[in-house]
Structure formats: structure tokens, C-alpha cells
């Protein structure tokens, strides 16, 4: 008996950490789990993308076992990505295939199928979302006269503040080649801190460096040891001016609590907003930095993913010191989208005008207009956080150098194949010849 009541303390507690960890709001970077019933959707075009007034058809698919499936119920939605459906219907699939006639769209845009197959008793779900001429997409949001006026100033009022500068060495996460630190500074009010990992190589000499900025969520970091054993300095920060090092249990209580919906928090002030020390805390840690000595005075980049692809623009744009950019599928674009009867950014903006005006200052959009440095970017049609109509908002206003590592069916989340290729694109932004 207590053999038994032990191997059930230890269940729940996995449970409970199984738990916790799915439910942190960092988004998912690896590919969804696989079911054992496969809903495959594709467009009829190879590369899911059409012309304004093509029509496009989505063929359908329902295995298992790599077999078609025999006399399955399905339900299946054609509409405007994240807007309410055009054209929806039940049927019963007698040999697991499908062609579903999804029409087209007059305006840019993307067109979005869903299929819910219902195998005994439980339901399966797949998704397709064909783009139609996605280049041509424009902002909804607008840039406010005095945008520039604003940020330089916020800039200013932080400048003022001294560092304080704080490394305290992780022995227990440093490698033969690097150490690894637990820092933070002062950023934006005295008494206010940015924490974050500091990986710098051991080997005495002038390096690189790379700032990594989060996404959305409330949770400890590890730091990019990995890009440091090739010789460059990286920083993973966070934006809560929490430390980064406690145990999961700590941010768990912020997470559903103090911090809950933080991304909302005051967003009907443009200087009380919850995003404007954040903002201000990445531009900040470029100059942080900057001030190390084993920093080589030039070669800065920044990436993130989600919230951090938003704040990866928006870093490069508020600190010129930075040279360059990678994101994935960035947040914070076109926030006022679904006032205007399409898919909008993350987080949307509701109707109440103030909330309108502040997300002005903080679109991303309004960013990637005054970008001057390179960027790599990455993403897929099928995001349902980020939708792709904002993220295009954005990219179709960039005028600077910018390479787009499209791979259509990824949603909120990337295959190794995306991480490996932005981090090469990094490596040889930092390195030079030597990342060969």
C-alpha cells in the first residue's frame, strides 16, 4: 500500500509538471505531436499561393496508417483567415478523400479551410490556408506624427539611469568554453532591472555578440550557450524585471496572477502602456551590451520568436547599434486588424479609441516602415496567433535588405529545418568566413 500511494505521489507530480509546462504561454517551436488519424489539407497550387480571383481548391485527406480511411464524418469551415466562415458543410467520406471548392478572394488576403473528422467518438482537426497575393497586403494601423518624437524622448528619460551592472557567474551551467552568467542592469527607473543569461566566450579576445529577446510568457531561461562555443557573445533576456534563474514554481505564481494578460495591461495610455519600459529594456540591453569588454564595438544582432519577432524589429529600429535581425513569425504587427474585417495582430486592439491610439505607438508596423538593417524572417500560412496577414503588414512595408524563409504549412511553430537556417543566416552575419 504505501509502495502504492508513493508510485501515485510521483504520477500526480508529474501530472502537475506535465501540466505546468504545457500550459506556459512561451509559443511552440517544434512541430505539433502527431495523432494516430492524419487530417492532411493542402491547397492545389504547390506553394498555397494564388492570384485575386483565382479559385482555389483544398484536397483533403483522412489516413490512418498511412490508409485512407473508410465512411468518416467530417465537418469542414471555407473563410477568410480568423473570420467568421463562408461556406461550411457535414458529409461522410466514403474512401478518406476530399476536394473541397474554396473559392477565392478580391482583396489580398489569406482563405483558411478547416476539417474536423470525428473517428470513433473523437475528433481530429487539420487546417490549409491558401494566400492570395500576400505581397500586396497593406497595414490597417497608422503612423502617429509625433512616433518618432516619442520613442527618442523615452530613450532619453532612460539614458539617465546608471547601469548598475550586475554578473554573477553560473558555475553550474558554464562549459569548457564558456561562461555563463546570470545579469542585469538597470533600465528604464532607478531600481528597475533587466535580467537576463550572459553566455561569453572563455578565450580572451574581442567577439560578436547576439541579443535574444523573448516571447510572450512568464518563465526562466537557459541562455544560447550553443552560439557561444562559436564564438559570440549572446544575451537572453527577459522583460518582467524578474530574475530568470528560479525555480518554475515562482513564475508559475506571476503567470496567473500579477502578470496575467500583462500585454493588456494599461494599453489605453501610450506612456503608461506595459510595452513601453519593455521596449525601452531591449534597446537597453544592446547598450548593456556594448559596454562589456569582450565585446568587438560593431557586429550586433537580435532575434526572438513571436513576441520576440515583434521586439526583434522593434529593437533594431529604437537602437541603430544594432545590425541586423532574425524573426519568427513576429507578434505585435498590425494590432488594429480586426477592426477592419480581417485578421489582426497579436494582441488585438479593441474598439475603445484610446487603446487605438496607444497601439500606434507600439505596432510593429509602424517599426518596420524605418528599418535600415537586414533581416531574416520566417514563417507559415496556417498561424493562428500570429496570423500571416499581420506578419505580411509588416514585412511589405520593410525597405531595408530582407530575406522571408516562407514554408507554408508551419503555424505557431517552426521545423528544425527554420531554426537551422536562421542560425546559419546568424552565424555568418556574426562570423563572417568563419562561420564556414
Not at 246 to 264: I, Q
Not at 301 to 308: E, F, K, L, P
Request: glycine share 8%; aromatic share 14%.
Amino acid at each position: 500500500m504505501k509502495i502504492r500511494n508513493f508510485l501515485n505521489t510521483i504520477f500526480i507530480c508529474f501530472l502537475a509538471f506535465f501540466f505546468s509546462f504545457s500550459l506556459r504561454s512561451q509559443p511552440p517551436a517544434m512541430p505539433p505531436v502527431e495523432k494516430m488519424i492524419k487530417v492532411s489539407i493542402a491547397p492545389d497550387h504547390a506553394d498555397w499561393t494564388y492570384k485575386t480571383g483565382e479559385k482555389v481548391k483544398f484536397r483533403v485527406q483522412i489516413t490512418k496508417n498511412n490508409e485512407p480511411l473508410q465512411n468518416v464524418n467530417v465537418k469542414y469551415e471555407v473563410g477568410p483567415e480568423m473570420m467568421p466562415a463562408v461556406k461550411k458543410d457535414s458529409l461522410q467520406l466514403k474512401d478518406g478523400y476530399l476536394i473541397i471548392e474554396g473559392g477565392t478572394m478580391k482583396e489580398p488576403g489569406f482563405l483558411r479551410c478547416t476539417v474536423v473528422a470525428e473517428v470513433n467518438g473523437y475528433p481530429y482537426k487539420g487546417l490549409a490556408t491558401a494566400g492570395f497575393n500576400p505581397e500586396l497586403i497593406k497595414p490597417t494601423t497608422e503612423l502617429p506624427a509625433d512616433f518618432n518624437e516619442f520613442w527618442e524622448k523615452a530613450k532619453d528619460d532612460a539614458t539617465s539611469v546608471p547601469f548598475d551592472a550586475r554578473l554573477v557567474l553560473l558555475p553550474e551551467r558554464c562549459t569548457e568554453n564558456v561562461n555563463v552568467y546570470h545579469a542585469s542592469f538597470q533600465y528604464y527607473k532607478p531600481g528597475t532591472r533587466i535580467y537576463g543569461i550572459l553566455c561569453i566566450p572563455k578565450k580572451p579576445g574581442k567577439y560578436p555578440a547576439l541579443l535574444r529577446v523573448p516571447g510572450a510568457g512568464v518563465r526562466p531561461y537557459s541562455g544560447d550557450i550553443e552560439m557561444a562555443e562559436h564564438g559570440i557573445i549572446t544575451f537572453e533576456i527577459g522583460i518582467h524585471g524578474i530574475p530568470v534563474t528560479m525555480e518554475e514554481s515562482f513564475y508559475d505564481l506571476l503567470r496567473y496572477n500579477a502578470l496575467e494578460g500583462y500585454w493588456l495591461f494599461n494599453n489605453d495610455d501610450r506612456d503608461r502602456y506595459y510595452f513601453k519600459h519593455v521596449y525601452i529594456g531591449c534597446s537597453r540591453a544592446v547598450d548593456f551590451i556594448y559596454s562589456l569588454p569582450e565585446f568587438d564595438g560593431v557586429t550586433l544582432g537580435v532575434n526572438g520568436q513571436s513576441q520576440g519577432g515583434g521586439l526583434s524589429i522593434i529593437t533594431a529600429v529604437l537602437n541603430s547599434r544594432v545590425k541586423f535581425l532574425a524573426a519568427y513569425w513576429p507578434g505585435l504587427c498590425d494590432l488594429t486588424g480586426y477592426l477592419h474585417n480581417r485578421a489582426g495582430g497579436w494582441p488585438q486592439v479593441s474598439s475603445n479609441k484610446d487603446k487605438i491610439e496607444t497601439s500606434k505607438y507600439y505596432d510593429a508596423v509602424n517599426f518596420a516602415r524605418m528599418l535600415k538593417v537586414s533581416g531574416f524572417y520566417s514563417w507559415g500560412y496556417n498561424d493562428v496567433s500570429c496570423p500571416p496577414t499581420s506578419m505580411y503588414s509588416a514585412y511589405n512595408v520593410i525597405n531595408a535588405p530582407k530575406e522571408l524563409f516562407l514554408v507554408q504549412e508551419t503555424g505557431h511553430w517552426t521545423y528544425p529545418e527554420q531554426i537551422d537556417r536562421g542560425r546559419q543566416w546568424l552565424r555568418e552575419k556574426l562570423l563572417g568566413n568563419k562561420s564556414k
